[in-house]
């Protein structure tokens, strides 16, 4: 097994980052299926594969939905972000995110940071000035940027869309792009005004991004195609400073009064936020490792960032030219809820707390990284409990608790020497399917194929009855038999723990090997159970789902579906 474990040349650091979630609300689970569980599991999976490797997020803190949010409750937008990043923060860790920080972009070293990236980007020549126009309500005496203004789209018609994007077509606007615009604040209709405003240049960088797509062999393909089509009608120029008081403000003369676009500040958050872990770990310098030189970033987003990403960051980076490029930007679909949109205003929506209250962590995970990253995943109570009482209680739990039962009862709880030289075929096998699908970052695949070790190894029992066995006399048959299965249930928690951790851990206990080592967990891969090992006490590893709560859960849902 060495060949295929041991690194192919590559460098063995890398950062995962999560997009920043947005401080002026809690996290569903639609956050958690297209973002924060794919990057934790492949943070996870390169920490087990020896990576020195990081998991980086934060609240994103400024822009006009949080201004907005504060003007209307008549609090300052600091307030909000203070309400919001601890329970934001508090839900990532309940859900087993193995975050090395979760940082603010209201930091003062995060500030300093966007102003000198925004002033190289000035000295390079990739930011100019221009005056542009902008709206600006008469009554409310303030110019309207972004989400201080709705509309009509001018694209699809959809009479809700706000001054920065469309939600019903995904197109990203200005402004003055809408069809009959509307003060957000007090719905009068805003006038245009001409103003002066910073602008990138993305439009001189549109080669070196098209090149980073067609030659990165690890873009996924729903990304690559959202790029490729934006692409098709070139990159314009992009307004980076708004006129508001909430942000990071323009650092330089005559930008008094305006700050910095909020997508001009909130990737550079992910450095920051590395700049925040470094000073707690009183080595203030080693973020450096995981931003320059040879180290492989990558970045999980939902569908909905792919532009900003793809163009806004990547243009950043490459213009900067300090920093490493990403290696990939993986983008997760969302989650509809019994087929239909979920829609928060109208608690059309799963909490995440409310899942947690009936069925474990891993359970959630499990069903959200069950579905390809790429599809949307419908969510429904009674698809949530089969999997679970299927996959992971038929499967998995029933697999792992039968063989270490066996243990106990025919070997006095000493795991077997002997076992089948196929066993260990087979999970070397499926090692080499796990990583081919984390290259490609289809962690449904992965998994399926890891569970299919647990159908295996039922399949097993129930066919070569090592009970039998023993009552028959043949002990040694039975002793290889069980001392395979062992072995199963050994390589089981190795692989699973990047997408179950707790159950991962949890097996390793009652395996008798004490707390679970993650960091170049799979190395293990290639030792055995000490000699003459005893395992601990078997206890099963989910409880059941009975059919009574699926109901209630679906009926209690049913009355909030929307007409
Ligand atoms: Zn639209
Ligand atoms: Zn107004």
């Known amino acids: 097994m060495r060949e295929f474990l041991r690194a192919k040349g590559l460098p063995r650091r890398a950062i995962v980052t999560a997009a920043l979630p ?29 990576y020195d490797v990081l998991y980086i997020c934060g609240t994103d803190e400024h822009g006009t939905p949080i201004a907005v949010q504060a003007d209307k409750e008549g609090v300052s937008p600091k307030d909000i972000a203070d309400r919001y990043h601890p329970i934001i923060h508090q839900q990532l860790k309940t859900v087993g995110c193995d975050l ?19 002033l190289k980007l000035l000295e390079k020549g ?43 077509c995904g197109s990203f606007l200005k402004p003055t792009d809408l069809i009959d615009p509307r003060c957000a604040l007090c719905g009068s209709t805003p006038e245009v005004r001409r103003t002066k405003h910073w602008f990138f240049r993305l439009s001189s960088i549109e080669n070196e991004i098209r090149a980073w797509i067609a030659k990165n062999d690890r873009l996924p393909e729903n990304v690559r195609n959202f790029a490729e089509g934006w692409l098709k009608s070139g990159l314009r120029d992009w307004c980076i400073t708004r ?31 590395t700049i925040d872990w470094a000073q707690q770990q009183s080595d203030p310098d080693a973020w450096r490792n995981y931003w320059t030189g040879d180290v492989e970033i990558y970045h999980f987003i939902g569908k909905d960032n792919i532009y900003p990403h793809v163009f806004f960051w990547l243009g950043i980076v490459i213009a900067y030219g300090e920093w490493t490029l990403p290696r990939s930007i993986v983008a997760g679909e969302f989650v509809t809820l019994h087929g239909r949109r979920m829609q928060k205003s109208i608690g059309w929506i799963i909490e995440i707390e409310d899942v947690l209250k009936n069925f474990p962590v891993d359970s959630l995970r499990y069903f959200l990284l069950s579905i390809a990253l790429h599809r949307d995943l419908d969510f429904t109570w009674t698809e949530l409990a089969h999997r679970h009482n299927e996959d992971l209680v038929s499967n998995l739990g029933n697999f792992v ?36 699908a984390m290259n490609r970052f289809e962690f449904h695949r992965a998994l399926h194929t890891i569970l299919n070790l647990s159908t295996y190894g039922n399949q097993l029992l129930s066919q070569r009855e090592p009970w039998r066995l023993i ?93």
């Not at 090395?100 to 925004?118: C, E």
């Not at 990071?248 to 990737?267: C, N, S, T």
């Not at 072995?487 to 179950?500: D, N, S």
Request: with cysteine; charged share 25%.
């Open 243 to 273: 006129n508001m008081q909430w942000g990071v403000p323009v650092p330089i003369r005559g930008a008094e009064g305006k700050v910095l676009y909020v997508w001009f500040d909130a990737p550079i958050g992910y450095v920051s936020a």
């Open 471 to 563: 009552k028959e006399g043949l002990k040694e048959e039975a002793a290889c038999v069980i001392g395979s299965c062992a072995r199963l249930v050994r390589a089981l928690a190795i692989l699973l723990y990047p997408f179950l951790p707790n159950t991962a851990k949890q097996i390793w206990s009652q395996l008798g090997l004490g707390n679970l080592p993650e960091q170049n967990l799979w190395a293990l891969l290639e030792e055995d159970f000490p000699p003459q090992h005893t395992i601990g006490k078997p206890i099963p590893l989910f409880p059941k789902i009975p059919e009574d709560l699926i109901q209630r859960l679906e009926a209690e849902l049913a009355k909030k579906r929307p007409e």
């Open 401 to 436: 608790h039968r063989t270490l039962v066996l243990i106990k009862r025919y070997f006095n709880g000493t795991i077997p020497e002997d076992y089948e030289p196929e066993t260990l075929e087979r999970i070397k096998q499926v090692a080499k399917e796990v990583e081919e």
């Open 100 to 118: 090395d920080v979760f940082s603010r972009t209201t930091l003062p070293h995060h500030y300093t940071l966007t102003q000198q990236v925004f």
């Open 22 to 50: 947005y401080a002026n609300g809690r996290l569903h689970v639609g956050h958690l299926r297209s973002t924060y569980i794919p990057a934790d599991a492949f943070k996870r999976y390169l920490k087990a594969r020896g």
């Open 126 to 168: 990739f930011i100019y000035e221009k005056e542009y126009e902008e709206l600006f309500c008469t009554k409310c005496q303030r110019a309207l940027p972004d989400r201080y203004v709705n509309g009509t789209c001018p694209h699809c018609g959809y009479p809700y869309a706000r001054g920065d994007a469309c939600d019903n």
